[in-house]
């Protein structure tokens, strides 16, 4: 009976280990957190104005794809910004800038980032790839005249690009906050590792150019760079909904104050409240 046993042992040994193999590959398939969504899904496009003072100076639309792309295996948003300035602020500077991440859906992790800036005569094109696995960032970045850079970095758990982040803070439930509570987002810009310290503000109505708006309003910290005046130069306005959508983005840079204004929005998950 006992060498029964253990020929059947033997025998069902390579089925254990194909067991074994199998539920390993589900358990780091699955390793990834889940975040609830209920703010935005695929086909969502935002349209904004980007005032300068007074003046128009550009525009940017924010869209999610409307179909889910698979990356590391992941069915993923394609979520993009593009900016470019209107053709009368062109003659001082010509701006053609292009944001892509690709979000996991559940996780709300960028598993690939790409950033084709064309600002004046300056032109940098960048792709990250990130592995949530390993906390590895590899990137890739290709200078005008220069010859391609490839460099890796180790990356926190739950990392995220500049437009996954601001994705991020969409799922968040803030009815759950204190005024003047902070949460900190691990981010990767520019190759390197920085926590963007978010403070909600409250609630404030704001006006819009699709109306006024009920909005909760966060103030993230910014990196050092080249860009924003302070490490609270940026106030950002959710809408006070489900959608959560950035309605109205104020920022103060090195060249002046910078308003980023909602007017167009368009297959929205949840009916956006706006008062004309």
Do not use: C, M, W
């Given at each position: 009976m006992?060498?029964?046993?253990m020929k059947n042992m033997k025998k069902s040994t390579p089925v254990i280990l194909l067991l074994v193999i199998v539920l390993s590959a589900f358990s780091m398939k699955d390793s990834m957190r889940t975040i609830r969504n209920e703010s935005f899904s695929t086909g969502e496009i935002?349209?904004?104005?980007?005032?300068?003072?007074?003046?128009?100076?550009?525009?940017?639309?924010?869209?999610?794809?409307?179909?889910?792309?698979?990356?590391?295996?992941?069915?993923?948003?394609?979520?993009?910004?593009?900016?470019?300035?209107?053709?009368?602020?062109?003659?001082?500077?010509?701006?053609?800038?292009?944001w892509q991440s690709y979000i996991d859906t559940a996780a709300i992790v960028p598993h690939r980032f790409h950033r084709n800036i064309e600002e004046g005569s300056y032109r940098k094109k960048?792709?990250?790839?990130?592995?949530?696995?390993?906390?590895?960032?590899?990137?890739?970045?290709?200078r005008k005249k220069d010859p391609e850079k490839t460099s890796t970095h180790k990356v926190s758990d739950n990392v995220q690009d500049i437009?996954?982040?601001?994705?991020?803070?969409r799922t968040l439930n803030y009815d759950r906050m204190r005024k003047g509570e902070k949460l900190t987002i691990k981010g990767f810009f520019e190759e390197e590792n920085f926590d963007m310290e978010v403070t909600y503000k409250g609630r404030e109505t704001v006006s819009t150019k699709a109306g006024k708006i009920k909005a909760i309003k966060l103030v993230p910290k910014m990196p050092?760079?080249?860009m924003f005046k302070g490490e609270n130069a940026i106030t950002v306005y959710l809408s006070?909904?489900?959608n959560k959508v950035p309605v109205l983005i104020q920022a103060e840079m090195f060249v002046g104050s910078i308003k980023v204004d909602l007017?167009?929005?368009r297959n929205l998950k949840h009916k956006l409240v706006a008062k004309k």
């Open positions: 006992q060498t029964l046993i935002l349209k904004y104005k980007v005032h300068y003072g007074p003046i128009t100076a550009a525009e940017a639309t924010i869209d999610v794809s409307d179909q889910l792309h698979t990356i590391n295996g992941r069915p993923s948003y394609r979520a993009t910004v593009y900016g470019r300035t209107s053709s009368s602020f062109d003659i001082f500077i010509k701006v053609r800038d292009t960048e792709t990250i790839d990130f592995n949530h696995n390993s906390n590895i960032a590899a990137v890739k970045v290709k437009v996954s982040g601001f994705y991020y803070l050092k760079n080249e006070d909904d489900d007017y167009e929005f």
